[in-house]
């Protein structure tokens, strides 16, 4: 998702599906693989932010107690990641980079 929104680059962690398989990290809806991801941060989960597509990862990052919960819509619906928890609701990531 970061790679086809151009933004792969702005981000110094990822934690994927390979990287949580790799680690044995409990799939979503558990927050584990976004906490470990905080970890290698040093950010808390309450200064920290999940982006996501899924309804599974919405209710993830809810669960994990993170700052903000950013659902980025690609079929699922505004109204089904807005249940799960997501704050704000996107279309396109490059919505969220800020414009002069």
């Given at each position: 998702?970061?790679?086809?929104?151009?933004?792969?680059?702005?981000?110094?962690?990822?934690?994927?599906?390979?990287?949580?398989a790799e680690l044995e990290l409990a799939g979503k809806p558990a927050p584990d693989t976004?906490?470990?991801?905080?970890?290698?941060?040093?950010?808390?989960?309450?200064?920290?932010?999940?982006?996501?597509?899924?309804?599974?990862?919405?209710?993830?990052?809810?669960?994990?107690?993170?700052a903000l919960v950013v659902g980025v819509d690609r079929g699922v619906g505004e109204p089904?990641?807005?249940?799960?928890?997501?704050?704000?609701?996107?279309?396109?990531?490059?919505?969220?980079?800020?414009?002069?």
């Amino acid at each position: 998702m970061l790679g086809a929104a151009g933004l792969a680059d702005r981000f110094p962690v990822v934690v994927d599906g390979l990287v949580a398989a790799e680690l044995e990290l409990a799939g979503k809806p558990a927050p584990d693989t976004y906490r470990y991801a905080a970890r290698l941060l040093g950010v808390p989960e309450r200064r920290a932010v999940v982006v996501e597509d899924a309804v599974s990862g919405v209710a993830a990052g809810r669960a994990g107690g993170f700052a903000l919960v950013v659902g980025v819509d690609r079929g699922v619906g505004e109204p089904a990641l807005r249940e799960a928890g997501a704050d704000i609701v996107v279309t396109d990531l490059a919505d969220l980079i800020p414009t002069a």
